[in-house]
């Protein structure tokens, strides 16, 4: 693999990942968030299901700058393995219970905005 990627981002959503991902690219990276991850979704669970190794997702990331948010920041470690002289950097929320409270927000605000088409008409 090409050692293009240089940021390994660990951290989860809600820690800042957007901001990240804007700053990163503001000072010229090419970079995969989470909207970007979907696009290479299925071979993100072929991995995760065991169906292949790393090598075939990994790939998909050989030009890209930096990856931020879900699924790369749980799978940190696989990409620092695949791109070692990349830096991984850690964001944090200030603390647990900070994280919690907003990511609850986040998924209470998906499933409001998200709704399936019939769940309006059941009761």
Known sequence: LSNKMKIICAGFPKTGTKSMAKALRLLGYT??????????IDEFLNFFDGEKDS??????????DAVVDQPACTMWHTFFQHYPDSKVILMERDSPEEWYASFVKMIDRHEKLHKVWFENYIS
Do not use: G, W, Y
């Open 31 to 40: 970079v995969n968030d989470f909207e970007e991850h979907l696009e290479n």
């Open 55 to 64: 090598t075939a997702l990994m790939s998909l990331h050989r030009n890209i």
